[in-house]
């Protein structure tokens, strides 16, 4: 008995298949469920490759001594295990919020808590990047400050020019 379908029906099929296999995979909890997925947000690889990166293009830009990359070293690394438990804060927030949305009986009062929560704890973030910055900048020569503020300059206008002038 050969078992025969047409064209038309084939996605139909295909579709009704993969409902069937999610509605059978949804019956289990993944281990990445729940709180523990916005944990797992949190990549310490992917964190110090990103440290590296920065570091490296900053350190070529300002020309740094062995001795100032020691110095911002240290700021950068105590800047990210300062930030580290409240970004896990903004994510387990986020996570709430995403469910809050979809939930008929949350308040838009209470969405708007949230919302309000994160941006607070983000503030909190850029207090500590600020203070960060300022001690970099005691770090920092006269020209080196020069570069920056002409890279930031640059960045912040559009314009690549001005990140290249050391005047």
């Known amino acids: 008995m050969k078992f025969e379908v047409n064209k038309a ?9 993969l409902l069937a296999i999610a509605g059978t995979a949804s019956q289990f909890q993944p281990a990445w469920a729940g709180k523990a997925l916005s944990a797992a947000l949190i990549d310490p690889d992917l964190e110090q490759a990103l440290k590296n990166h920065f570091e490296k293009r900053f350190f070529n830009l300002i020309d740094a001594s062995e001795e100032q990359k020691t110095k911002l070293d240290g700021l950068v690394t105590k800047q990210i295990e300062a930030a580290r438990p409240l970004r896990q804060q903004i994510r387990e ?15 838009d009062d209470s969405i708007r808590k949230k919302v309000e929560d994160i941006r607070a704890i983000r503030e909190q973030i850029q207090e500590k ?7 970099a900048r005691t770090v920092l020569t006269a020209d080196q ?20 002038r050391s005047d």
Request: net charge positive; charged share 20%.
């Open 93 to 107: 927030n986020v996570m709430d919020l995403a469910d809050m949305m979809a939930d008929a009986n949350a308040s």
């Open 129 to 135: 990047r600020l203070n960060m910055l300022l001690e």
């Open 9 to 17: 029906a084939k996605p139909a099929i295909i579709v009704a298949g």
């Open 145 to 164: 400050k020069k570069v920056v503020a002409n890279r930031l300059k640059g960045f912040l206008t559009g314009n690549p020019r001005l990140g290249l």
